[in-house]
């Protein structure tokens, strides 16, 4: 039989190879003795020397055409995170290593203003954090990304943060002079209330109500705040919906926006193997209701569709979401950015403007 090691904590309850692999691994037991326990799975970091940082995309579907993120993988653990298969471009399992087997890019500040100073360089907002939270724990001693933020901020650069991470609020020093000059906005994910739940579906991210101070906290130092109820989990967070809502309101949150939970690739299984798990009796309907959704598949990655699902149940949850923001006065649509304060900040040994 497979041996399996402590996983108290993580939120993926399995480490298959990644797809590009030509060979698995698994630990199994032979059967002439008593095996020991396979130890717990520490997580391991390990820095990464980035060439560039801004990335950049053109899907429809998106409020952004650039990004930056200062580390792969996430230990926060969240088991739905569609961001899990790109461990595997590292050789790495969507799985366990995805939240175990981290990468910081500690010159990532380096190489912002090396871009940003680009003559070739068009301003408009960089998303931070969109494929994996910025931040996370190892963020605490790494300190990448508040690096970052001090880059943005000396070329006046806007930045949309989207976490869940309360270490945010160690950079409300930075995030709040900017966020005065229209240059930051943050999004929050509030995914349920209930405690249990969370601490079983993102593990090491911080609890509902943790969130809710972040959000209080932010708005209170004249930083605007989004809260994202996303995913929305049929069948097991969907029925939270207007009670999330309402709570990142009387936190203080303005503006709000949802999205259908998202299973690309390695992540349907290791969805699966959860709902197994952690709800068995509620994984038959989950996956009935998902799949409804996508014309009978896990997911469908279609521009369009793959935020939202189509049919009866999608455009219940919209219905239930316009009706919710009307009451409570939330917006769905927020003030843009401010792009005209950008300016590359002198360095030493440049030239003074003769008008200066």
């Not at 717990?40 to 990335?55: F, G």
């Not at 790495?92 to 995805?98: I, K, P, T, V, W």
């Not at 843009?336 to 008008?355: E, H, I, N, T, Y």
Request: hydrophobic share 40%; proline share 8%.
């Amino acid at each position: 039989m497979p041996l399996r090691h402590t996983i108290s904590g993580r939120g993926a309850v399995s480490n298959d190879a990644g797809r590009y692999e030509a060979y698995a691994h698994e630990a199994v037991d032979d059967g002439w003795e008593d095996p020991e326990p396979l130890p717990p799975l520490r997580t391991s970091v390990r820095d990464e020397v980035a060439k560039s940082l801004i990335t950049y995309n053109k899907s429809p579907d998106l409020p952004f055409d650039r990004s930056i993120n200062p580390y792969r993988g996430c230990e926060h653990g969240c088991v739905y995170c569609f961001a899990r298969p790109t461990h595997a471009y590292l050789g790495l399992s969507a799985g366990l290593d995805f939240e175990t087997r981290l990468i910081a890019r500690p010159n990532a500040p380096d190489v912002l203003a090396r871009e940003l100073s680009s003559a070739r360089y068009k301003v408009a907002p960089i998303a931070l954090g969109t494929n994996t939270d910025p931040y996370q724990p190892i963020e605490k001693t790494r300190s990448i990304t508040r690096a970052c933020l001090d880059v943005l901020r000396d070329f006046n650069h806007p930045v949309a943060i989207v976490t869940k991470g309360a270490l945010i609020e160690r950079d409300i020093d930075i995030l709040a002079p900017m966020a005065a000059l229209g240059l930051v906005r943050v999004g929050i994910s509030l995914t349920t209330l209930d405690d249990s739940l969370s601490r079983r579906m993102e593990p090491r991210a911080p609890a509902p109500r943790r969130r809710l101070l972040m959000i209080r906290k932010l708005t209170e130092a004249g930083i605007p705040v989004r809260v994202m109820t996303s995913p929305i989990i049929p069948g097991l967070t969907d029925h939270e919906l207007e009670a999330l809502l309402e709570a990142g309101r009387d936190a203080g949150a303005d503006a709000a926006s949802w999205i259908m939970l998202r299973l690309p690739r390695e992540v349907s299984q290791l969805w699966q193997e959860w709902l197994s798990e952690h709800e068995p009796g509620r994984a038959e309907k989950v996956m009935a209701r998902l799949r409804e959704m996508h014309g009978g598949r896990d997911y469908d990655p279609r521009w369009g569709h793959r935020m939202r699902g189509e049919g009866v149940y999608a455009e219940m949850v919209a219905k239930r979401f316009k009706s919710a923001m009307a009451r409570l006065g939330l917006a769905t649509t927020t003030p843009k950015l401010r792009c005209d304060l950008f300016a590359r900040p002198a360095r030493a040994g440049d030239q003074l403007s003769l008008f200066q």
